[in-house]
């Protein structure tokens, strides 16, 4: 990954007569900048804290973790899923449901698609939120097979369910690795062929 030289105007401006930024979703923004700009290990909370205009007391009321912020408002997108997963039929094949919530959570306004791509390029490549990582995707895994579980009438630790839940997370990472690694990519194109993949071996189960 090569760093930016751009970074939010926010970063520049944070300080003496701005008002303070106070929210996760901004937060992890200039975050996300100020990592791009000048690496995650080189940028510390105090860096951070210090952009955004807050005290570093304050920050943490917001993200319990340096490697946090770089997820944003994580919790907030999981109960969106829970959410849509709740909303869909039970008549709708199991594989056609997870198709659509795959497609629906890695959804990105045209306007956005920069600053995710940074972000992403971080979570994916950074060693240190590597780590953290695994822990926020076992919490995404679980959304998925809890889903799972209900439709197919199983426990939501048991196997099956877990199966598939490993199986939408490695469609996701490998739809967001080939976009990254190709730049003029289309990221929901990637993501739509990888849950044909995937519903095709998931239907079985219908």
């Known amino acids: ?6 970074v939010h105007p926010l970063v ?5 007569g701005r008002r303070p930024v106070t929210s996760r979703a901004q937060i992890s923004t ?4 100020l990592f791009t700009a000048r690496g995650f290990e080189e940028t510390s909370v105090d860096d951070v804290a210090d952009a955004v205009g807050i005290a570093r007391r ?7 973790s340096k490697n946090a912020i770089a997820w944003g408002d994580f919790d907030g997108h ?7 997963l709740a909303e869909i039929p039970d008549d709708l094949p199991i594989a056609e449901a997870l198709g659509r ?3 629906s959570f890695n959804e990105v306004p045209d306007t956005e698609l920069t600053a995710h791509r940074r972000r992403m390029s971080l979570l994916l490549g950074v060693p240190a939120l590597q ?12 959304v998925i097979a ?7 009438h199983l426990g939501e630790d048991e196997h099956l369910p877990q199966t598939i839940a490993w199986m939408c997370l490695g469609t996701a990472l490998a739809a967001y690795e080939q976009w990254l690694a190709h730049p003029g990519s289309d990221l929901e194109a990637l993501i739509v062929a990888g849950t044909r993949t995937l519903s095709q071996g998931v239907g079985a189960l219908s």
């Open 1 to 6: 990954m090569n760093p930016s030289d751009a």
């Open 12 to 16: 520049r401006t944070a300080h003496a």
């Open 30 to 33: 200039v975050a996300i900048d």
């Open 58 to 64: 304050t920050l943490f009321r917001y993200y319990p």
């Open 78 to 84: 999981l109960a969106e899923m829970r959410a849509l």
């Open 101 to 103: 919530a795959l497609i």
């Open 131 to 142: 780590a953290h990582s695994m822990l926020m995707y076992a919490e995404w895994r679980q």
């Open 146 to 152: 809890d889903f799972c579980a209900h439709r197919l």
